[in-house]
Each structure stands twice: as structure tokens, then as C-alpha cells.
């Protein structure tokens, strides 16, 4: 069989330190009609950029530099932009990692789907509107007749993910890229956006590239696996062999992170820092999206917050944040009672609680330095200042293993997405806190990165005794860092207790079905699983 | 829904708030200019006594907030006092000054709005070529010159030379439609030359903006057009700012254009507002100052409102 694409000794360049320097070396490979092959490696590692690059497409500031690229006979290299354009969209597809941030605000979600096919001449805008319902439908949206009429704020990240293939697909093209789609999605709604992904490439018999940092994603849906490291080649195989045996090293260190931590007891005489009880809190004043929460958290110790989006796990966030005031109930911290309102707290309150989010890159105000970042919440909660806030900012660069010499000076836009989250961990050191709450801190990064971060909030709570609350959808965080489990569904907590007893059988029903969700290492999990599904619905 | 409203109807308020606390900054101002009112008007040759009895009927011998709250009550009551220059009331001499005003505003922005919005979409589109510094280099001395200058040119081009405008745009009430479009195609080409560099890089800046998104390059993956990127994509998400720069515009149109009445000889209310200062006619500038902040303060009003709206987000928070 033919291949449909084919890149031959591609080189890519990056303008960066005022010249052109390759980011990409020496990369080729074959995809053939029904066939999937994925990419892994950290961030960095190129990934991304050879998959643009398959579309003819780098982004500003880097360019295509040698080598061939050959999409079923036509080749993208130095091809113009009228051709370009006649086959992005049409030929070969794209899903991008962040469906939120990749969807047009202004532009209700059917329209962004109709608009490359009526574009590309391929069909009327009333039957790209039956397809895409017909696509929705077969993707498992709910609603499929109506969901496309929403704006994309009205879909959930899983739904807008799963719009988003239907987008890729919307002019039958022969190769979908993949670029992380489920890398900001929790557990089970990854497995729904995975089965699509199957159902696209095995029953339509499309080609797909499917980037990713997650081995266990890409062993279930890849037939081949390219690894990559600094934009050059690692190792190249079939799934299973390169499961069993790998025969780079670093294969093998993708393959076996995620160490647990060491057992630290929790016992009741330990102090508590955050107590929240029979919290109910609604956004609209008619429906909870948090109903009657009671939940401890002791000094020391990490509480993980588990739980599928729209679980309400941020908003418990937000509630104790003061953000969004709870309707009852009440969040002491070190057993006074917090004023719900953000307003009426005080500064102190405010310092001894600190936050990190989910997207660095939003966190970070693109134009300070990593000095003017970290020195603000000096200034602000000590008035420390010039001098002693410059030894200070180096001080907080060394505890989170930054060159202080070397990155004081930069502007965030300068940093690696781990970089930026392990800034505003530095952030939120500087004000000293007793409890630092980490929104799905790891989820956008990748996977030896947010090994890495772990390892730095265990090595931080060891050293300071700081307490954390840690919201996340990924169990495999959660086995690695958690002393205390607290399982969300709908608002309500569902169970919660030391990490053993949670996860130790038996279960509650749901904590069952997310432990299940947790992709293996196993090239079958997904098809056993959906088979298995599947069989207890007849 | 509804909270949208909430916000309008608080927005509104404190709209209102600010046109009051204006109107009694005007007040103040008006007390504070140097001369007296009777003096200035009966001439130099008056008697004491005669001036003495002139304030008395003008009432100026009051206490001033004694005299603010009686201005206020009649100017809410729409009773503008009388011109004391003339004798006749203000609203009569306002009233078609302002028609006159908001015809010429009309006008030019019809013209130089959707000018400047086509001008700084392309000159986005064409970003860093010779076509974008050429529109910004023209459109910017535009406003680097002084805005008689640009009437005067454009007389002496069009009147002068070729002959096809008037130069002096007088327009009276008996002319139609037509005419007065006629009359005032010079002023308003003049003020299009001021006003359409602010709104042009405004929209060019905007969308410039928007189109390092990630919705961008998935419009450009899928292999759309690239005009189509910026006037489908990137201009309705950056409507914001564009609409807040609108809005100033269209203010300056009206309560700003002094200098090209003057030189085109137009009726309109800031001449009116300048010669009444000249001849200390009080309740004359008292009222046109307070509907130019009317207008200020309104067209801001209108504007965020409608930035407001330009946001699906924001449109829909009734859902």
C-alpha cells in the first residue's frame, strides 16, 4: 500500500538568540491509510512542530528548512500558499491540545465546523449542519441536534474536545493530526474522546498522527510509536515490542515514572489548618454546585481533591479562596472562621493561602521578568524591597532548582511551560503561606516535567511543613503525591480517607469506575475496557 | 440576560451621577469668568443704577447655589432661560445650532467610520508591507496637521481650482436633504481626514492583537483565506476596543469641530458656544456645555455597552 504522507529528512528551524537554529533534525517517516503512529516525548521535544510541519504549517518565527514532505502525491515543501490552503483542512487535519483556547469566542461551535467545507467549495452550509450532527452524534455528544448552536463557553473542555474531532473531520480528510487531545481532559471523559479517536481511524479508515507525552494514551491507540527527544529521533517501533523492549534508556525512563511517595501517617492530634463545613455554593442561586462539603486539611499533609470536570472541585476552590462566597456553611483556617467574601478578608489571610494554577502561561504576566514576578508578593505582604528582595527572589530561584544567574532576568514568555509552573510555585512561596492550593497543576505538562514538579512540592512540604490541597483528575498524581483522598461527583463528596484505604478495594461504585479509567501500559486496556462497557450495558 | 441589564441599568446611574456633578463644575466655571454680565452687556456708558436694576432682573444679585437650583430645576423642565444677549430663548437658538451639529457628526462618520475600519483591517492584513506604512504614514498627517489647514486645502483643491464644492458651507432651513448633503461634503471630508487615523489604528492594533490566538491558527489550519481570518475571525473578537474608540470619535465630531464651523462659516453649536462666551451670554453656555457632556458621557455609555454585547459571553450570562 501506498504511504499517504511521507517526510524525508526534515529539518526545522527556530529564529531564536538572533539566528536560525534547527529545532528539528533529521526527522522522517512513512503513514500509511489506516494507520496510526505516535509521537511522544517531553515538550520541546518537537512533537508539535512536526505535526504542523505534515500540514505544511510552522508557527511564526520558524520555518521549514530542508527535506521532503510529501502529502499523497503532492509535496508540501516550498509548495505555495494557494496549494497550502487547498490542503490544510481538506487533506489533512488538525485537533489542537487546548479546544478552549482553539475554538473563536464569537462564533457559535456548528459554524466553526461548516466553514471548512463550505470554504474549501465542498459542500452547501444546511449539509455541513446535517453532518456535523450526524458526526456529533456518532462522537456521543449529548443533544447531538442542538449542541452545535452553543457558543463554545456553553460546552464543557470534553465536549469542545470531541467538537473539535468533529471539526478535524468536517471535510473527510485522509490524515488527522492529534496534538494532546486529552492532555487537559480528566479521566473518563479522556477515554470517551479516545474511543472517538478509534472510531475515526479503524471504522473510517482515515491515517492519524497522534501527539502526546503519555505513553499508556499512545500505547492504546498507536500502531507504531516514534520517540523523540530534542527534535531528534530516539527510537522508532511497533507498539507492543517498543512496550517490552525498549532499548533506549530514556524509552525506559518514560516508561517507569511515577514512583510513590513515602507513607507519612495522618493522626488526629496533628494541627488543622483548613476546616470547611456543610459548604453549599451556587453560581446562578437556584442550582448547588456544591452541596454540604466538609473537609479537612492538616498541617503538613497533601488533601487530593478527585474528580471529573464539572465536579465542582475548582469552585470548592474558589470558595475557600473567597472568590465565590459559599451560600452556607462555613471555612476556618487555623479554626477562625474566614469572612466568605474576598473583599472583607484581611492581607494576612490572604498570604497564608496562596494559589497555583492549572495554565502557567495565563498566570504569568507575559510582560515581567521572573524578578519583577517573584517580587511582587515580597513587596506586597513584607515591603520587602531592591537589594533584600533581590537575594530573597534568588533565594526562592534556588528552592525551586532555577538557576538564579541565568533566569532572574528573563521575561516569563522566555520559559518552558515547567519552567513557568515551577515560577509561580516560587510565587506562591514567596508569601510564605500555610496552604497552597495546586490547581491541576501537572495537567499541562509533560509527563517526566510533572515528575519533576511533584518531586519539588513533596521536597518543598518536607523542608516547610507547608500543607497542600490538590485538585487534579489524574489518579496517577494522586497515588504519587496524596496523603488523604476526596472523591467528588456532582458537588457532593463521595468518599474520602487516607490515600490506602480509598484506594484499596472495596470501593465506592465511582472511585471504582475512575480507577478503571486509568489508561495501563497496555496496548488491549482500551478495547477491553470499551468491550467490557459495552457488554455490561446488554 | 437579565444580569446584562443589571449592568446597563447601573452603568446608566452612574452616567447620570457624572452629567450632574459636570453640571455643577459648569456652573462653578461660568461664575468664575472674570466681568460682569450687566456691564458687558448695557455697554460702558450705563449708569451704576441702571446696571444695579439689569441684576436684579437678571436675578445675578442671588445667592449662586440659590441660582444653580433654579438653573437646574428649568433645565430639567427643558426651560433653558432666555439668551441675554438677544432675549430669545436658549432652546430656540440651541436647538437648530445642534440639529446642525449632529448632521455634520452624521455625515462624516458615516464616512469615516467604515473608512477607518476597512483601512485598519487591511492595513492588519498587509501587516509590515509598504501598503500598511503607507496608510499609517498618510493617515497620521492627517492629524499631525492642523485642522484649518486641511480645510484650506481642500478649498483651495475643490472650490477653488476645480470648483465642484462651495467653500462656505451655509445651510439654512428651507434647503432639502440633498442641498444641505451638498453644502456640508467639505467640512465633513476635513473632519473624515482628523478623525480616521485614531479609529484606524485602533482596528489595526486590535486585530493585530487577536491574531497571535490559538483560534487563529486553527483557522489558518484549516486553510481559510487569510481575509477571511481577519475580518471573520480576529475583527469580531476585538470589536472592545474599537467600539470605546468609535464612541470618542464620534463625541469629538460633535462637541469638538469649532475650528471648521468657523472656517467653513457653519452654523453649528460650537460657534455658537464660542461667540456666547465672547458676549458673556450665560445661560447660552451653560446649556450648550451641558449637553456636549450629555453627549460625552452618553456615546461612553453607548459604548460599553455595546462592547458588552459584542460578547457572546457576556450577551448570554442568561443561560
Known sequence: MNNLLEIKNLYIEAFYEEQWQPIVRNISLNLKRGEVLGLIGESGAGKSTIGLAAMGYTRQGCRLASGSINLDGTELMGASDEELKAVRGSKIAYVAQSAAASFNPSHRVIKQYAEAPVQHGLMGYEEAEEEAVELYRRLFLPTPEKIGYRYPHELSGGQLQRSMVAMAMSCKPDIIVFDEPTTALDVTTQIEVLAAVKEITEKMNKAALYITHDLAVVAQVAHRIMVLRNGRLVEEGETCQLLEKPKEKYTRELLNVRNTRQEKPITDKMGVILKIENVTATYTGQENVLEDIDLVVRKGRTVALVGESGSGKSTLAKVITGLLPATHGSVSFFGEILPPELKKRTKEDLRRMQMIYQMPDTALNPKQSVRKVIGRPLEFYFGIKGKEAEEKVRELLRKIELDPDSYIDRLTTELSGGEKQRICIARALAAEPELIICDEVTSALDQLVAEGLLDLLQDLQNKTDVSYLFITHDLATVKAIADKIVIMLKGKIIEQGEKKQVLSPPHHEYTDKLLASVPEMDPNWLDNLLAQRASAFI | ?319
Open chain 2, 1 to 319: 440576560m437579565k444580569n446584562v441589564l443589571i449592568l446597563i441599568a447601573k452603568r446608566f446611574a452612574a452616567s447620570l451621577l457624572t452629567v450632574f456633578i459636570v453640571s455643577v463644575i459648569i456652573f462653578i466655571g461660568v461664575e468664575l469668568l472674570p466681568g460682569d454680565v450687566a456691564e458687558t452687556v448695557l455697554g460702558q456708558s450705563a449708569t451704576p443704577e441702571t446696571v444695579e436694576a439689569f441684576r436684579k432682573e437678571l436675578k445675578l444679585d442671588l445667592e449662586p447655589h440659590v441660582r444653580y437650583g433654579a438653573w437646574l430645576k428649568d433645565f430639567v423642565n427643558g426651560d433653558f432661560g432666555n439668551s441675554l444677549a438677544n432675549g430669545r430663548p436658549v432652546s430656540e437658538l440651541i436647538g437648530w445650532r445642534l440639529t446642525n451639529t449632529l448632521f455634520l457628526a452624521l455625515i462624516t462618520s458615516i464616512i469615516a467610520i467604515p473608512l477607518a475600519i476597512c483601512l485598519g483591517m487591511l492595513a492588519a492584513f498587509y501587516r509590515n508591507s509598504f501598503f500598511d506604512k503607507l496608510i499609517s504614514v498618510t493617515t497620521l498627517s492627517f492629524i499631525s496637521f492642523p485642522e484649518f489647514f486641511i480645510a484650506y486645502i481642500l478649498i483651495a483643491v475643490f472650490s477653488v481650482q476645480l470648483g465642484i464644492f462651495p467653500s462656505l458651507a451655509i445651510i439654512d432651513k428651507h434647503m432639502g436633504f440633498g442641498a444641505k448633503l451638498f453644502a456640508v461634503l467639505l467640512p465633513s471630508l476635513t473632519l473624515t481626514c482628523v478623525v480616521t487615523a485614531h479609529m484606524m489604528r485602533q482596528t489595526r492594533a486590535a486585530i493585530i492583537n487577536v491574531l497571535a490566538s490559538a483560534y487563529i491558527e486553527m483557522a489558518e489550519i484549516k486553510g481559510i483565506n487569510r481575509l477571511r481570518i481577519i475580518v471573520h475571525h480576529a475583527f469580531p473578537n476585538s470589536l472592545s476596543p474599537v467600539i470605546n474608540v468609535i464612541a470618542v470619535n464620534i463625541a469629538y465630531l460633535i462637541v469638538g469641530v469649532v475650528i471648521v464651523e468657523v472656517v467653513f462659516v457653519y452654523p453649528g453649536l460650537g460657534q455658537l458656544l464660542v461667540d456666547s462666551v465672547a458676549k458673556r451670554d450665560l445661560p447660552v453656555v451653560q446649556a450648550s456645555g451641558l449637553i456636549f457632556s450629555f453627549v460625552f458621557i452618553f456615546l461612553n455609555l453607548a459604548a460599553d455597552v455595546l462592547s458588552m454585547l459584542s460578547n457572546p459571553k457576556l450577551r448570554q450570562s442568561k443561560i
